[in-house]
């Protein structure tokens, strides 16, 4: 009887140990990895959890989750250059499967820090690759991981996702009608309020307000995919106020921002936009992404 008893005592609270770590969401053990996770996760010390994950890479732990996971950390409290350095020293460490992985945080760390040039490269590097058929190993959908939680991602998403990043980096580079391209190609690709907000802001910093202020009509209607969002509808309002008070400014040629009017050219022209201009994106008919291969042999190297 007594021997029963010890061994429901023990089963509960193996059940218990398992179902905390599925809680909280830590791995099961003792190694440095799980030690990371239980100081970042549980006990709430960032600082000692980056120090076992600099454990667990050195010891073999887990390096693909280890230096990811260490680099998220790392910018949470404000340590992006230390983050990228990580990165760019043990991504060979790393599995093939994970490095997908570590460039989308590597985007995150160079926007956080401002390194605009390396963030540009970073996602033109990445969308050539989905162009030549580098990526998605053939198939149409991958699996991501966001807070833990997994969930198939289309070619499309991705492309739109890569694309959105593009624009916002040429945005903070004043490369305005680069912007544009990126920004209409990523509207083609999977239409959304909250990239027409972005393409609408490009326009009103090239003086086209009439142009922006119909793309905010779209989203106050509702004509396109996610415009009942809250704060999509705060910031079209934003930019509508924006517009209202740029509009007795005329730019003409002697007031524009010369660097406004600069393209990316050999990537603009790799993804088929060299023909986007102010005056004629209305009349050229652009290549759609869905056939993927057609791109190959527009590519720049």
């Not at 089963?11 to 969401?25: A, C």
């Not at 149409?140 to 980096?169: D, M, Y």
Request: charge should be positive; aromatic fraction near 6%.
């Amino acid at each position: 009887m007594k021997n029963n008893n010890t061994n429901t005592t023990r089963s509960n609270l193996v059940k218990d140990n398992e179902l905390f770590h599925v809680i909280h969401k830590v791995p099961c053990g003792d190694t440095p990895y799980v030690k990371a996770k239980h100081a970042q996760l549980i006990e709430k010390n960032p600082e000692m959890a980056i120090v076992w994950f600099w454990k667990a890479i050195n010891t073999g732990d887990r390096v693909d989750s280890a230096l990811k996971d260490m680099a998220v950390v790392m910018k949470q409290l404000d340590r992006p250059e230390e983050a990228i350095e990580a990165i760019k020293s043990f991504r060979p460490r790393c599995s093939k499967n994970s490095q997908d992985s570590l460039d989308n945080v590597l985007i995150d760390l160079y926007k956080k820090c401002g390194r605009m040039e390396e963030q540009v490269e970073l996602l033109k590097r990445k969308l050539r690759q989905i162009y030549q058929g580098e990526a998605f190993n053939g198939k149409p959908t991958k699996t991501a991981r966001s807070h833990g939680k997994k969930f198939q991602v289309t070619v499309q998403q991705e492309i739109a996702r890569l694309l959105g990043n593009l624009g916002w980096a040429y945005m903070q580079q004043a490369k305005y009608l680069s912007a544009e391209a990126v920004y209409r190609k990523a509207q083609m690709v999977e239409p959304d309020a909250s990239k027409s907000c972005n393409l609408a802001m490009c326009l009103i910093k090239q003086g086209r307000f009439e142009e922006a202020r119909a793309l905010l009509d779209d989203v106050f209607t509702s004509r396109v995919l996610g415009a009942d969002d809250c704060k999509t509808r705060q910031r079209a309002g934003e930019l509508l106020s924006e517009l209202e008070a740029s509009l007795p400014r005329r730019l003409d040629a002697e007031m524009e921002d010369v660097f406004g009017n600069i393209l990316d050219d050999d990537f603009v022209i790799a993804i088929g936009l060299e023909e986007m201009t102010a005056s004629n994106y209305r009349s050229k008919r652009l290549p759609i992404f869905e056939q993927i291969s057609s791109f190959r042999n527009q590519l720049v190297c």
